[in-house]
């Protein structure tokens, strides 16, 4: 829990980032030696509802706490930097160019693929797909070796370019852009 992770690390002044490993498991160690003798839930509940009302992330009120005379972080001034997190990593850019094939000889049906690599939306069915170094023009798709496996034959279907899009999820950024392909 954040609460417990942000009070414990700011009683015993933990340095390292918390959703680290090594955070991780030194505010295990420590809570297991808090809780030696006790009941682990209520504990646990306890600490929990401090951090919430009493050690909160911004602004927590440690001139009036109870615990001050025993924290670590309030004697040597270091309630503002703690806990420490790890930088979040800069979210990562994709082109997506997603091919719509409608097929008339099967009344309009549209070709899904299941996505099976480790990626976003594994096991999912998208539109086929193509990820290129940017968003592409109808030129370069046709170029492409990846189209190519869904279109062998020389003269490319009549492809119209539809819509794009920008995604922005918690650790990528997605430029999209849909092909539709009769």
Known sequence: DGNVRRVISRLMAIASPVDSPQGRLLIYNTARRLV???DPGTF???IMEFGALHCKPAR????HCVLNRHCDAYRR?????????KPKADPGTRFLNYLVITVREMAGSIILNK????????NMFDFPVIESG???NPDELIACP???QWFPSESPPGIETGQTDHHVLSHQILYVKYFLIS
């Open 60 to 63: 927590p009120d440690c001139g």
């Open 44 to 46: 646990n509940q306890a």
């Open 134 to 136: 940017e968003l592409l």
């Open 146 to 148: 990846e189209f190519r």
């Open 36 to 38: 030696e003798g006790h």
């Open 115 to 122: 996505r099976t690599s480790r990626d976003i939306w594994m």
């Open 77 to 85: 001034n270091l309630v503002r930097i703690l806990p420490v997190r």
